[in-house]
């Protein structure tokens, strides 16, 4: 059984930052590639950040150079350092993995972590 759980979220002022975490439990094998998508009240779930075990990352447009997503292999974790926090910024955000167990791979997503950017 693979588990990802996301801790960091919360409450912070426009132009503060948070460190989002989501740790990967389980007999796994490998994970690849790692992201971080958010949804935000009312709009569709949307993509904000990958990593691939390797280390080629991808941004959305609206996170792009304020938000740093990074990876330690060692410890099956992957992080999004967000910094210049925006109100339209404020949603849950959600971790995702391709992650291999055995000779299985599949897609699993975290249970969430609410960021919320307000004054």
């Known amino acids: 059984q693979v588990q990802l759980v996301e801790s960091g979220g919360g409450l912070v002022q426009p132009g503060g930052s948070l460190r989002l975490s989501c740790a990967a439990s389980?007999?796994?094998?490998?994970?690849?590639?790692m992201g971080w998508y958010r949804q935000a009240p009312g709009k569709q779930r949307e993509l904000v950040a990958t990593?691939?075990?390797?280390?080629?990352?991808n941004y959305s447009d609206a996170v792009k150079g304020r938000f740093t997503i990074s990876r330690d292999n060692a410890k099956n974790t992957f992080y999004l350092q967000m910094n210049g926090l925006k109100p339209e910024d404020t949603a849950v955000y959600y971790c995702?993995?391709?992650?291999?167990?055995?000779?299985?791979?599949?897609?699993?997503w975290g249970q969430g972590t609410q960021v919320t950017v307000s004054s």
């Open positions: 995702n993995a391709d992650v291999q167990v055995g000779l299985r791979l599949g897609n699993y």
């Open positions: 389980g007999s796994i094998v490998n994970i690849n590639p």
């Open positions: 990593i691939t075990r390797g280390g080629s990352t």
